[in-house]
């Protein structure tokens, strides 16, 4: 059973930074790609950024490119998500996700239904 759990999150001044952090359990975390996703009240949720399972293969939203930076520690079987120059639209809950998939093209990257396994989601509020 893959677990997920997401932390890090938090209230954050417009020109902050937050760390996420995503610990998985449950298999081998190494061998399989993960991403981040979020969820703003009111809308779906949507990409952030990905990242194939040896890190070498990353893909990010537009929204976030430049600001934020995804990575793993397969020793260590997390994946962060360093978050700086926050603005307000970046408030939402965070999710991690994984799948079968050990690197993906874009459009899997970017897709909801390509991973099988969330984590429950941590809080990020920047306010202005």
């Known amino acids: 059973q893959v677990q997920l759990v997401a932390s890090g999150g938090g209230l954050v001044q417009t020109g902050g930074s937050l760390r996420l952090s995503c610990a998985a359990s449950?298999?081998?975390?190494?061998?399989?790609?993960m991403a981040w996703f979020r969820r703003a009240p009111g809308k779906e949720r949507e990409f952030v950024a990905s990242i194939s399972w040896s890190g070498s293969t990353t893909y990010y939203a537009d929204s976030v490119k430049g600001r934020f930076t995804i990575s793993r520690d397969n020793a260590k079987s997390t994946m962060y998500l360093q978050m700086n120059s926050l603005k307000p639209e970046d408030t939402a809950v965070y999710y991690c996700?994984?799948?079968?998939?050990?690197?993906?093209?874009?459009?899997?990257?970017?897709?909801?239904?390509?991973?099988?396994?969330w984590g429950q989601g941590t809080q990020v509020t920047v306010s202005s």
């Open positions: 449950g298999r081998t975390f190494s061998r399989y790609a």
């Open positions: 996700a994984t799948n079968q998939l050990r690197i993906m093209s874009t459009a899997q990257a970017m897709a909801v239904k390509t991973y099988d396994y």
